[in-house]
């Protein structure tokens, strides 16, 4: 195997800073093929905690070559900020980052209107990140979206930023927003970019392609999760781009056939920030001692994450639209400090997680036996073979690859480096 696709199979944050970080050690090349800043992956290198938005987690492994592709959105004064505290930290020190010349850019008119627009829908809001995201996809969409190539010709980036201006402006006057799209100072913040971005720019379809026909190993990382999607997730309540495995051709420019491997991340639990459907979702006591134990709150907001009990309806279909050939569990330790554990193999009413009927779900919670004892943490932070694993939490583990009929690949059993189980080879 030398392309290992590597996503989210439930509501984002599992743990894919960790797992591609640990999967980058053996990789040559990891790239990223959607979504922007509205993700946050929490790397942990010795004592230092890294959290990258843009920048592929693959960052910490010098002489890793780490690539933005065309299906991202790139805002670049979160990147610019990204890589100056990844340089003092001694990361991405040599020529190790590439950036497609076709990913899309996030202008602060964006972030502007991701705002304002979330302001408006009060009740009915997405619970959006306010990073830009959705506009940015959307210019793309509709057509009058800003490329990374669009900056490197003045002319072209006037004349782009002036096909914006109208309905960008015509939307903040009806909002009773205050900002506007000025074109001239636009191009002005854009033309410092240009300054530091462009040695990076590249084709970033062809380096990837030549990179897996030569042999290399190819590490191709997701953003946010499966039940996110666009189109197979929790709509409206999703992200607005490809956060399957499906998505990382055309987000990088390479076919289905350059792809060996697919595993899907998994917390032993689940957790959701934002509006929409979660079934399995915990109020009170112990989602409070969920939200506790596992630390959950937003990488890139800092908001409180909702969670609930592992679902593994939702987890089935993930892996079934992902196509997954392996599932890498993370936060096992995480699980054992809860006094009880249940877990869900079905709803009653027998909803299909990409449905709209999903929101009325009614999971069918089945006690876990065996949890709830206090050293069992500790046991499992300390595991680093799977026979190390205490039997509950082996057990745990025969429940989700029989259920979702995917085998574990990976389990993680602690925030650090060497708190990592491979049950199978990435490469
Ligand atoms: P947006 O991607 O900022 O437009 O937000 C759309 C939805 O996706 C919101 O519910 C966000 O909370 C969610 N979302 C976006 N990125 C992430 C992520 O990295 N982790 C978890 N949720 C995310």
Known sequence: MSTLVVVGAQWGDEGKGKVVDALASRADLVARFA??????????????????????????????????????????????????????????????????????????????????????????????TRRGIGPAYEAKAARRGIRVRDLLIPERLRARLELNAGPVNAEFERCGGEDRLDVDAELARATGWVVWLRPLLCDAGSLVDE?????????????????????HGTYPFVTSSTTLAGGACSGLGIGPTA????????????????????PTRLDGPLGDALRRAGDEFGATTGRPRDCGWLDLPALRYAARRNGLTGLCVTKLDVLAKMPEVSICRSYADGVTPGTDELELALPILERVSGWGDPILAQRIAEARRLEDLPAPARAYLDIISEETGVPIALVSVGPGRDQTIFLSEAF
């Open 35 to 128: 979504g922007g800043n509205n993700a946050g992956h929490t790397l942990v290198v010795g004592s230092k905690k890294i959290v990258t938005h843009l920048v592929p987690s693959g960052c910490a492994y010098p002489g890793t070559l780490c690539v933005l592709g065309a299906g991202m959105v790139i805002d670049p004064e979160v990147f610019r900020q990204e890589i100056t505290a990844l340089q003092k930290s001694g990361m991405l020190l040599g020529s190790e980052l590439r950036v497609s010349l076709d990913a899309h850019v996030i202008f602060p008119f964006h972030r502007w209107l991701d705002g304002l627009r979330e302001d408006q829908h009060g009740a009915t809001k997405i619970g959006t």
């Open 211 to 231: 990179a897996i026909r030569g042999g290399k190993r190819v590490l191709i990382e997701g953003a946010q999760g499966a039940l996110l999607d666009l189109d």
């Open 259 to 278: 792809i060996d491997g697919v595993w899907g991340i998994t917390k032993a639990y689940a957790t959701r920030v934002g509006a929409g459907p979660f």
